[in-house]
């Protein structure tokens, strides 16, 4: 028959080496989520341009983080800061113009922040005694909590401006995850989140209404625009606004978006050249008086 080769029974590799595969694929995919988590959240408006055109499709953002997580404590939720209010019983859901009276009070609105630009916003406003109204971007809560919280410990209102400053004027789906997520951020940096929003680009429809009235919450729009987004000077900027204001006036500004270097060189002449007209600054709750919300 001759000769025939001897069979050597296979070796069984065992399951090491699939556990070895499968450890080394978790691996990746954490060292993957973790450094997505350093960059930061999608849909920051860090790098858009203006709030007239910068107006993206509402989508469905990232979670802000669980919406079971604990809510921090020792900010103190009032109707001034906009976390206690609720809108007027019978009242438009929407503020499309200034507000009404004879009274020279006057309210300064930031929007699109908070970003790197917020802090000197707030140094400003600190050291002339002068509160605000910041309507944020929910994706720049997070990573900016801590001047989410240092917005309602220096006496300004905070308020609602969409999750990455999509058009919510349907009020569908889209738009509730846009403006519910960036409720739930708020909640998270400060403890409670508030009546007010704003639509970018001021984009309003009958479904942004009927949403906001289910929700039982107020959109302000503005009647003093900056036009910032355009980068105009500091002097330019500042003689817009202080010949646009009357009594009762919204002024619209910017503390994120885009490059807002000369916003914040043009607030301190605002502020200085309005108080000597004799305004009074006060938030947007407290211009439109808006009643306590039953807790």
């Not at 919406?67 to 906009?82: D, F, H, I, M, W």
């Not at 400003?124 to 909590?145: C, E």
């Not at 000077?233 to 619209?252: D, E, N, P, Y």
Request: with cysteine.
């Amino acid at each position: 028959m001759g000769w025939v080769p001897s069979r050597r029974p296979r070796r069984r590799l065992g399951l090491w080496p699939i556990t070895v595969v499968l450890a080394t694929t978790l691996v990746v995919l954490i060292a993957m989520l973790v450094v997505r988590e350093q960059d930061g959240p999608v849909g920051t408006t860090e790098t858009a341009d203006a709030e007239a055109v910068t107006l993206t499709t509402a989508t469905t953002p990232r979670r802000a983080s669980s919406r079971t997580a604990k809510p921090s404590s020792g900010l103190k939720p009032t109707v001034a800061n906009g976390l206690l209010c609720r809108p007027a019983p019978g009242h438009p859901t929407l503020v499309r113009k200034r507000a009404g009276g004879t009274s020279k009070r006057i309210a300064l609105t930031f929007d699109d922040g908070p970003s790197r630009y917020t802090v000197p916003v707030l140094d400003i406003l600190r050291k002339a005694d002068v509160p605000a109204t910041f309507f944020v971007i929910g994706s720049q809560v997070g990573p900016h909590r801590e001047i989410v919280r240092r917005i309602i410990r220096d006496g300004h209102a905070l308020a609602n401006h969409t999750w990455s400053h999509a058009n919510v004027s349907k009020g569908d789906a889209a738009a509730n995850t846009q403006l519910m997520d960036t409720q739930y951020a708020i909640q998270l940096a400060v403890g409670r989140a508030g009546c007010l929003m704003r639509p970018p680009a001021g984009a309003v429809g009958p479904g942004l209404d009927r949403w906001l009235r289910q929700h039982k919450k107020l959109g302000v729009l503005w009647d003093v625009d900056s036009n910032d987004y355009q980068r105009p000077t500091a002097a330019s900027m500042t003689r817009q606004i202080v010949s646009a204001t009357r009594a009762g006036s919204i002024i619209l500004l910017h503390d994120g978006g885009g490059d807002r270097a000369n916003t914040v060189a043009a607030v301190p002449g605002i502020v200085k050249r309005l108080k000597a007209k004799g305004y009074e600054f006060v938030t947007v709750p407290e211009l439109l008086k808006l009643p306590r919300a039953k807790t």
